[in-house]
């Protein structure tokens, strides 16, 4: 580790404060949060008595302190509203698990904050500046731009092994050995690990993949945006993440069937998916043994083992968190899964099975339902068979990203707290338009990629 990391970590608040100072606050939001999250380094300050400080916490106390300082009406003109009340319960859920436990309310408040600062505040950023269609729209092309500008580091990497991280701040973020993959390298760049990598580029790829189908963007840079989408498509395939590219699989299928299909169930069925497996699972139902046959005949032997690997883990911590199955066992690593001489044989790979053993089915529901509820907000104002218009797509985009990304963590646990800007933008989102004899007025593209003008025109579907 060199000197550029504390600089960079505690350097950044004021870099954020000057950003709402030469930005629009929405654009100075969106900036921060993507400049944080691919360049910063992976690195925690623990500080007593307070959540670690990382480039999450840092990112949110920074844009905070802007809202205060430069947009402050925003955040006080903000209401409380029924929708808000999933992210509110499960930012809180660790103190039941506490107190259930004999831990003390002290502990249960400190493990909230830590929530707060990873879900929560990014929640409320996005309630605050991307809960309409336009909102949506410049966050849903930021994220084509993060993607973009990561397509050359990724490349580097792929052919050059992950070496940014350790050449920028001096150390690597990640064991090496799991950046081998297919007789190659997996890319890391300034992310946690490749499956994060892979994740976001198939987020990317995914967006630009819609903005191009739905003619929503024609054009970035005065280039057609064909080439930066098959630039992603084909860096998301370099990453080596087999699963992220199945998730892209799934997320453009879901898609382009409401664009041609107008087949709106496949949305519902989506949603279903997690709670099914999370059901199937606890329940005892299922095993698994066909996902990882799947895996062995079409995919490659060794990602059978290691999704094999994964299944045995989740079966032993499954079962220990059945013991306390309402509330969990809080926090201390006391949900994980030791030996007759007190060794860890426990490895917790999903989200899930993490916040099952630490919150118990309290804390797992609002988080399936927090992440879930974005997609039927939008449906609720929005039939799906509308999501190909370019008005809506940007956020149609967002709503099964979310989806997808509940799915990546049935498998993974990699944070990322752009994806609860969109939660927090989703739920909140304020419907749009005039309704006059049955036609609702939306706003479609022009020229410019950032703004919308008035002259769409469909009919009203709510469901």
């Avoid at 993507?34 to 307070?50: K, M, R, T």
């Avoid at 436990?101 to 505040?121: A, C, F, P, Q, R």
């Avoid at 050059?160 to 920028?168: D, G, I, N, R, T």
């Amino acid at each position: 580790m060199n000197i550029l990391v504390p600089v960079a970590l505690f350097g950044w608040v004021p870099v954020v404060l000057s950003l709402f100072t030469f930005l629009p606050p929405r654009r100075a939001v969106i900036t921060a949060f993507l400049l944080a999250w691919l360049f910063l380094p992976i690195y925690a300050y623990e500080i007593p008595g307070l959540p670690d400080y990382t480039k999450t916490s840092a990112t949110c106390v920074g844009v905070l302190l802007g809202l205060l300082l430069f947009d402050l009406q925003r955040l006080v003109t903000l209401k409380f509203q029924m929708r808000d009340l999933p992210i509110l319960l499960f930012c809180f859920s660790p103190i039941p698990s506490s107190l259930v436990n004999g831990l003390g309310l002290y502990d249960g408040l400190s493990s909230s904050l830590s929530y707060i600062i990873t879900w929560g505040l990014p929640y409320l950023i996005g309630r605050s500046y991307f809960n309409t269609l336009t909102g949506l729209r410049e966050l849903t092309i930021g994220i084509f731009i993060g993607g973009v500008i990561y397509v050359p580091l990724c490349m580097f990497e792929i052919r050059m092994s992950p070496q940014l991280h350790h050449m920028v701040y001096g150390f690597h973020q990640h064991s090496f050995i799991q950046s081998m993959r297919f007789g190659g390298f997996r890319p890391t760049v300034f992310l946690e690990h490749g499956l994060a990598v892979g994740m976001w580029m198939t987020t990317t790829a995914l967006i630009g993949l819609w903005l191009m189908i739905t003619g929503t963007l024609k054009t970035f840079l005065n280039f057609p945006i064909g080439w930066f989408v098959s630039a992603l498509v084909v860096t998301t395939i370099l990453c080596k993440s087999t699963y992220s590219v199945i998730l892209l699989i799934i997320g453009l299928s879901v898609l382009c069937s409401l664009k041609w299909f107008r087949f709106s169930p496949i949305v519902l069925g989506v949603l279903l998916i997690p709670s099914l497996y999370i059901g199937f699972r606890t329940a005892n139902l299922w095993a698994g043994s066909e996902l990882v046959y799947f895996a062995a005949t079409y995919i490659n032997p060794t990602r059978a083992s290691s999704l094999q690997f994964r299944l045995d883990n989740e079966d032993i911590l499954k079962e220990k968190a059945l013991q306390k199955r309402l509330f969990g066992w809080g926090g201390w690593g006391r949900s994980r899964v030791y030996d007759n001489d007190g060794r860890d044989i426990s490895v917790t790979d999903a989200s899930w099975i993490i916040i099952f053993g630490k919150n118990g089915f309290w804390g797992l529901i609002l988080f399936v339902f927090m992440l879930s509820l974005p997609t039927c907000v939008l449906w609720w104002n929005y039939s799906p068979k509308l999501w190909a218009h370019p008005s809506i797509a940007p956020a149609a985009s967002l709503a099964i990203i979310l989806n997808l990304y509940l799915l990546d963590n049935l498998m993974n646990a990699m944070k990322n707290p752009i994806y609860m800007l969109a939660v927090g933008g989703l739920t909140a989102l304020v419907k749009e338009g005039l309704q006059t004899d049955g036609q609702v007025a939306v706003n479609s593209v022009n020229s410019n990629p950032w703004q919308y003008r008035d002259t769409a025109v469909f009919p009203a579907n709510r469901c």
